[in-house]
């Protein structure tokens, strides 16, 4: 092995784990969001604590529709990528042909008013970002996705 101050910028990727990685991305920019959260609302959460015991007001205002729609589109969305994965192995092709319809049902069950406008923005949001995060993370990078 070089051990020179070149050898910083050598790239060996190993395939076996190189699948691992964006999940692992993802699973760090949750918990530092998470974090962030916690750390920006402790005061609250701190009041809430003290506070706790069974509210039963609290449920009665939570939206289970867009609760049980979340679940379901994520469900639905890792399993669709196993299975396209594996139409398209090695090519990324499952993260991109579930991604969009994904993002565009995750944006519409929360979309409080559905304009034309409005809809066709989450369109273009629902196309273009997972088009873009493929060819960054694919090609750039050279992640491979599922």
Not at 6 to 34: K, Y
Request: charged share 10%.
């Amino acid at each position: 092995m070089n051990h020179s101050i070149l050898s910083w910028f050598d790239v060996s990727i190993d395939f076996q784990t190189s699948h691992l990685v964006f999940p692992r991305i993802i699973l760090i920019l949750l918990a530092v969001t998470l974090l962030m959260m916690l750390v920006s609302n402790y005061r609250t959460l701190g009041a809430r604590l003290r506070n706790a015991g069974l509210n039963t007001a609290a449920l009665a205002g939570t939206d289970w529709f867009r609760l049980g729609s979340t679940f379901v589109l994520l469900v639905g969305y890792f399993v669709s990528m196993y299975y396209v994965g594996d139409l398209y192995p090695n090519e990324g092709k499952g993260f991109l042909f579930c991604s969009i319809p994904f993002m565009l049902m995750l944006s519409l069950v929360y979309m409080h008013q559905r304009t034309p406008k409005a809809v066709i923005g989450v369109l273009i949001n629902a196309i273009v970002t997972p088009l873009a995060v493929w060819y960054l993370l694919g090609d750039v990078f050279g992640v491979s996705l599922p």
